[in-house]
């Protein structure tokens, strides 16, 4: 077994456990299992079906961006397939760690979108960075005749995201219903493609959840309009008899973004907190949204709280300077 592949199977003890809770939501009676043991694993090289593709510009002095896109096996309480996209942001790679020689920098934000596919049921999530901490490390670069420690010589391209420090919202759907889970999550990604050092693409995930139970996402309805500073943002979202629906529009001026949301997957509402799933245009790109609205007061702006994140890593939010959000059961 080479050295990246026994990084890549010894990922999961690395992770670290987020404490999260929902409150006052209805426990369901017999909830599907939770994603504790769940492992995504995207490694053409041990699995052929599946596949990774990276898109990265890298300045190692200042902020470099590596986006990916992966799709492979899922393997614990939902075996299956699984797809995902998501994008990492690294700081001046001036941390004190290396690989092969190349230092890494301190990861500033990571975003992702996922979606599990198994006979247990389907699982549509979110992962973000919550509180990086110094494990939380990235590398990007181009080397042209890098002198390896060795004393070989490498060429090619290099990517690295090992985000530990990250926390997951997903809902779990099955022939019964939608339930929502929360927890923390890991992520290692490695990438090299060159001469001087064996090649690899790889995309590799814990799950584990935080929550004794999976609780039911049993709907409601979350409709508000307004703006967070230069952010113009309109939505309703609701779930009767005939299923979840709903749009939204937002309009990002200083970004020039505009996300029009085209339907509601599936809403939770509980104390005044309402997290709502579906699909979107951003541009006339297709993506996945999520977003999470919170009714704090009457009067809306200064306290009401609207954030809005899509699967390309766009997001915006925060608390209203001008509107209202009314979220009910």
């Avoid at 001046?92 to 990861?107: D, E, I, R, S, Y």
């Avoid at 703006?227 to 943002?233: E, H, L, S, W």
């Amino acid at each position: 077994m080479s050295q990246a592949s026994k990084r890549a199977s010894g990922f999961l003890g690395a992770m670290f456990i987020l404490v999260a809770s929902l409150p006052g939501v209805v426990v369901a009676a017999s909830p599907p299992p939770t994603l504790t043991g769940e492992f995504l694993s995207a490694f053409p090289d041990a699995i052929p079906s599946s596949s990774v593709d990276i898109v990265a510009s890298c300045d190692p002095g200042g902020s470099s961006t590596i986006s990916w896109s992966a799709s492979g096996d899922a393997f614990g309480p939902y075996p299956g397939t699984f797809i995902e996209t998501g994008s990492a942001t690294v700081g001046p790679q001036t941390a004190p760690a290396f690989v092969n020689g190349l230092q890494l920098g301190f990861l500033v934000s990571v975003e992702a979108f996922f979606t599990i596919d198994s006979p247990t049921g389907q699982v549509i999530g979110s992962k973000r960075l919550t509180s990086a901490s110094s494990s939380d490390l990235g590398g990007c670069r181009n080397l042209d005749g890098y002198v390896l420690p060795s004393g070989g010589v490498a060429s090619g391209t290099f990517r690295r995201v090992l985000a530990q420090s990250m926390s997951y919202e997903a809902l779990v759907i099955t022939s019964d219903g939608a339930y929502l889970d929360s927890g923390s999550a890991g992520t290692l990604l490695e990438h090299f493609d060159g001469t001087g050092i064996a090649e690899i693409d790889a995309v590799q995930e814990g799950l584990t959840s935080t929550q004794s139970t999976v609780i039911d996402a049993t709907g409601g309805r979350a409709t508000g309009g307004g703006r967070v500073g230069d952010v113009t943002f309109g939505f309703t979202a609701m779930k009767d008899k005939s299923g979840p629906k709903g749009r939204c529009a937002v309009v990002d001026v200083p970004a020039g973004a505009i996300v029009k949301c085209l339907d509601v997957l599936y809403i939770s509402v509980a104390d005044g907190r309402a997290t709502i799933y579906g699909n979107a245009v951003f541009g006339e790109t297709p993506v996945r949204y999520r977003m999470e609205v919170t009714d704090v007061t009457e009067s809306g702006a200064g306290a009401d709280g609207w954030t809005i994140r899509l699967s390309n890593g766009y997001a915006a939010g925060g608390i209203l300077t001008e509107g209202n959000v009314q979220v009910g059961g």
